[in-house]
């Protein structure tokens, strides 16, 4: 849910018509190419991910019948669920005011309908309104209203524009989708319709992919494959996660074995290639040497299961920017079924501390749970953290606050590789992620049966694990890092190796002595965070860097 202050949001639009013809339309980003998709493995380049307007059957029926069926210009509100970025509900208005070149809403009413809808769980997502016929994509107008609604609205991190062409105008009734979004968000100079041209807003084509209610989510099918652990997932669960990996070196066996349980969606993120090197430290084959090892792994995952779908990015997580990630996590993709993910875990599986921190960034600001994971030099010990709402009341920077403050106060550069690190440490951290996965997506997803056996068993493991979100496994008796200094001493003669400890980190607030977590603000409430940041790709140094200024609540009576 949103903060927005009413006053200011009634001040600040009731005066602009949403639409002025008499200004020539600026050009715009157009959609994106569909890339070719080949036995259920699809090529995405990271400059022309694009975007997409998901909306529910419903709502794009209503839309047709009512807009559709008029002359331009008529309107409507747009709601649904900014958690998965699906419309769902659509509030046609009859009082604005409109004439054959513009239409402003009515914001007096526009007002009530979003109280009603926050009390209903529904948020605010957009505007839908028709243009005579020839002008298919929104004006100059049309986006100096975004500019200003999000400016209003610092936590809507997009505003669904969509511009309908109508049967009285053009003959057939069109649904031409657009976001608006913030530049800083997009990346200045990137798209089309990103000019410097003075505006804080671009303008995003996102054809309309129309969802049936009922099934949103990915549904299982079956598959002799999984006959024997028929109790250990919840089907439901698996078929309709997304698993989306930065870095895939020596994550294979663990993504692997995620395809061997069912999870229906991949996407997977690295720039590499795979080298003779590889093959002594990470699960992969040497058949594939000198192949990009997104695409080596891809193969082996649509052979693993039979119906999955698997997207591919040979690129730096860098090279995508937020709108990309807005996709990527929470969008359907093309080459696959109309459907958007249940629930989608975000890995970082790469020794760069950039892409890391840039990865829990993503996390918190679009609200899904994310999984990091090292292994320490010589493969002495492996540590994994994770942080969701709901799960975790420390998000990984201050999980990691140590290390954060060798980066960024003391300069270190990190010159640790996987030399002199045996297998069994890529193996082992590569099974303690599975706990940390499994748990996260049954007990987070909501199409997950509360009877099943397999729900009953990870929920029960995510209580547990609830806010002991950094686990360190040592796995040399004489390991000198001084993390696993408490454990090594042990009564009785005994001796533990392979050990895992389940830390409980605690929320970097303003009483710690470098002030409040410039990520997740310290405040307990990861969701606090959403929607918050101008750029994740920037890392803020202290609190308030980075970030969107919030509004307080001050809704009229």
């Known amino acids: 849910m949103f903060d927005f202050n009413v006053p200011y949001f009634i001040r600040n639009l009731k005066a602009l018509p949403l639409i002025n013809q008499r200004q020539a339309p600026p050009p715009n980003a157009q959609a994106a190419d569909e890339p070719i998709t080949r036995n259920r493995v699809t090529r995405l380049d990271p400059a022309r991910i694009g975007s997409s307007l998901a909306i529910t059957r419903d709502a794009y029926d209503q839309i047709k019948d009512t807009i ?3 002359p331009a210009e008529t309107g409507a509100m747009l709601g649904g669920s900014r958690r998965y970025g699906v419309i769902t509900r659509v509030h046609l208005d009859h009082s604005a005011t409109v004439s054959r070149a513009t239409y402003s809403p009515d914001i007096s009413v526009a007002n009530k309908v979003i109280r009603q809808w926050e009390d209903e769980g529904i948020d605010f997502m957009g505007f839908a309104h028709s243009h005579p016929g020839g002008y298919g994509r929104p004006s100059m107008g049309d986006k100096v209203y975004a500019e200003r609604i999000l400016r209003a609205l610092p936590k809507l991190d997009r505003m669904a524009m969509p511009i309908v062409q109508t049967l009285p105008d053009t003959g057939a009734f069109a649904l031409n989708g657009f976001v608006a979004v913030r530049k800083s968000d997009a990346g200045i ?37 999984l006959e024997r652990v028929a109790d250990a997932y919840d089907p439901a669960v698996m078929a309709s996660s ?16 995620m395809a061997r349980c069912g999870v229906d969606q991949f996407i997977l993120i690295d720039p590499d290639i795979i080298e003779p090197k590889n093959v002594g430290t990470q699960a992969v084959d040497p058949i594939d040497i000198g192949r990009p090892k997104v695409e080596a792994l891809a193969d082996k995952l649509v052979r693993l ?40 875990l975000l890995c970082a599986f790469t020794d760069n501390f950039p892409a890391q921190d840039r990865v829990q960034r993503l996390g918190l600001h679009f609200g899904v749970p994310v999984l990091a994971a090292s292994v320490y030099q010589g493969g002495r ?26 980066y960024v106060k003391d300069g270190y550069v990190n010159n640790v590789t996987s030399d002199g690190a045996p297998f069994l440490a890529t193996d082992r951290l590569n099974a303690l992620k599975q706990i940390v996965t499994l748990s996260m997506l049954h007990a987070l997803n909501p199409t997950a049966d509360a009877d099943h056996p397999a729900t009953k068993r990870w929920r029960r493991t995510m209580e547990a694990l609830t806010n002991r979100n950094l686990a360190l496994t040592r796995l040399d008796p004489d390991n000198p890092l ?24 605690t929320p970097d607030g303003a009483d710690t002595p470098d002030g409040p977590c410039p990520d997740c603000g310290g405040t307990g409430d990861l969701a606090d965070a959403m929607g918050t940041f101008t750029d994740t790709r920037i890392l803020p140094k202290v609190y308030g860097e980075n970030r969107r200024n919030s509004l307080a609540v001050t809704l009229a009576a």
């Open 305 to 344: 299961n039979p119906n999955c779908r698997v997207w591919t990015i040979q690129a730096k997580d860098s090279d995508i920017d937020d709108a990309g990630f807005h996709r990527l996590l929470r969008e359907p993709l093309p080459g696959g079924p109309a459907v958007i993910p249940a629930v989608t």
């Open 189 to 225: 100079g990137g798209r089309d319709g990103f000019r410097n041209d003075g505006h804080t807003v671009g303008v995003i084509a996102a054809p309309a992919t129309v969802i049936d209610y009922g099934s949103w989510h990915q549904t299982p099918n079956p598959s002799p494959f």
């Open 482 to 505: 001084p993390s696993f200094a408490p454990l090594a001493q042990v009564a009785d003669g005994r001796c533990v190796i392979d050990e895992t400890v389940w830390t409980m980190p």
């Open 381 to 406: 010990g492996i540590e994994i953290g994770f942080a969701a709402p709901g799960v975790s009341q420390a998000c990984l920077r201050c999980a990691q606050s140590s290390r954060y403050r060798s």
């Open 68 to 70: 559709g069926q008029r």
């Open 242 to 257: 997304r698993v989306v990996a930065v870095g895939t070196g020596g994550s294979v066996g663990f993504l692997e074995t």
